[in-house]
């Protein structure tokens, strides 16, 4: 069986079901990519981003207080609303993930270019 395979069969940490519309989705999984980050709120000062030598670089609180600072940037400053595309263009750069996830908070469509 192939790897991913045995992540994602019946029981598997990975479960994924089927969905009434047919898509695939994560039995005991956030829905959404917002989900994902609520659940993860909680961590707070552990470390969220960890550089190559191993210095800790962002805590959640740290990364969630900047994602949503510039998810605040985009709606109120910007107006812009769900729905909306937000280009992320910086390349590999830890603040790559704020934006990312801004993007996400603001309920935008983001769409990542490569540098």
Request: aromatic share 12%; charged share 15%; glycine share 10%.
């Given at each position: 069986?192939?790897?991913?395979a045995a992540l994602t069969a019946p029981g598997a940490p990975f479960e994924v079901v089927r969905a009434e519309n047919g898509s695939l989705m994560y039995a ?88």
């Amino acid at each position: 069986m192939p790897h991913t395979a045995a992540l994602t069969a019946p029981g598997a940490p990975f479960e994924v079901v089927r969905a009434e519309n047919g898509s695939l989705m994560y039995a005991d999984g956030p829905r959404t990519l917002r989900e994902f980050v609520e659940t993860t709120w909680a961590y707070g000062e552990r470390p969220f981003l960890v550089g190559d030598d191993g210095a800790h670089l962002l805590t959640y609180g740290d990364f969630f207080a900047a994602a949503t600072a510039l998810a605040n940037l985009f709606v109120d400053t910007y107006g812009l609303r769900p729905g909306d595309r937000a280009a992320v263009l910086m390349g590999d750069r830890p603040e790559w993930q704020s934006a990312f996830w801004a993007t996400q908070l603001a309920g935008l469509v983001a769409i990542p270019l490569g540098a």
